[in-house]
Nanobody, 117 residues
Framework: QVQLVESGGGLVQPGGSLRLSCQASRNMLVTDVLGWYRQVPEKEREWVATSRSGNEETYADSVKGRFTISRDTAKNTFYLQMNSLKPEDTAVYYC???????????WGRGTQVTVSS
């Protein structure tokens, strides 16, 4: 069992930045698959970004060039740096963690990000 705790959400103006953090309750391996998703009311959860094997990163087209996923294995924490935020980025953001060579995915409880002037 892995617990994930997100932090860093909040209210930001359009064009601003936020950094979300997700801390895992166990040691993080370079080969663990880490991800971020987001969800708005009455819509399905949407994939945002994934980090594999430490340096293989993929992004949804809607955030490519603005968001960056990264990890700090020494702190068992991974991040989502969000720049040039837009009102359409408003959502609850969830982190996900899939341990190496498993199919089990663990989820955080979510953190609200609101982009508004």
């Amino acid at each position: 069992q892995v617990q994930l705790v997100e932090s860093g959400g909040g209210l930001v103006q359009p064009g601003g930045s936020l950094r979300l953090s997700c801390q895992a309750s166990r040691n993080m391996l370079v080969t663990d698959v880490l991800g971020w998703y987001r969800q708005v009311p009455e819509k399905e959860r949407e994939w945002v970004a994934t980090s594999r094997s430490g340096n293989e990163e993929t992004y949804a087209d809607s955030v490519k060039g603005r968001f960056t996923i990264s990890r700090d294995t020494a702190k068992n924490t991974f991040y989502l740096q969000m720049n040039s935020l837009k009102p359409e980025d408003t959502a609850v953001y969830y982190c996900s963690f899939r341990p190496t060579f498993t199919t089990t995915i663990y989820w955080g409880r979510g953190t609200q990000v609101t982009v508004s002037s």
